[in-house]
């Protein structure tokens, strides 16, 4: 079950994602009324040149990006760095607005909940420690990959462009 503060925060990042995807604001509305599913969170970790993003190899999603469940007490935020760390070794700032925010079930047996998409940008030299067993990896955003969100390719290519032109504001 999730806290009332925990759902606070997720109405506030997701009313500051940058995309929506099923409905996921008005989703929100009504799940956060009652005793919610734990939320997810990710981190869509792009290179500076935007063209590839880091995934890891989940033993049956296939290639996501890193994420999981937010812990009881935590702010989907603090979830998503922490998932971060835990699968890449990574350290790194997130970006201020939120990426996306979607409705999902991320196993056949759960039921579907909230998950927040976090962005950040990093060095493509910058090392990576992976978890034992699910290797990590560029992928370019020109190319495919497996995974049983297919489809998170173009929701991130999505972001990458949307990140190139607020680049190019600032």
């Not at 910058?126 to 297919?150: H, I, K, N, Y």
């Amino acid at each position: 079950m999730v806290d009332k503060r925990v759902v606070e925060a997720a109405v506030l990042d997701a009313g500051r994602a940058v995309a929506e995807f099923d409905g996921a604001r008005q989703w929100l509305a009504v799940a956060g009324q009652g005793p919610m599913e734990p939320l997810g969170a990710e981190v869509w970790v792009f290179d500076e040149g935007l063209a590839q993003v880091l995934l890891v190899k989940h033993p049956w999603r296939g290639w996501v990006p890193p994420g999981g469940k937010v812990e009881f007490g935590e702010l989907p935020r603090e979830g998503a760095a922490r998932e971060l760390f835990e699968e890449t070794g990574l350290r790194v700032e997130l970006l201020d607005e939120p990426a996306a925010v979607a409705v999902r079930s991320y196993h056949p047996k759960l039921s579907v909940t909230l998950g927040l998409s976090y962005a950040a940008v990093v060095d493509a030299v910058t090392p990576f420690v992976a978890e034992p067993g699910q290797p990590v990896a560029w992928m370019r955003l020109d190319e495919g990959w497996e995974s049983c969100f297919p489809e998170d390719l173009t929701r991130i290519r999505q972001h990458a462009a949307w990140l190139a032109r607020w680049r190019g504001r600032h």
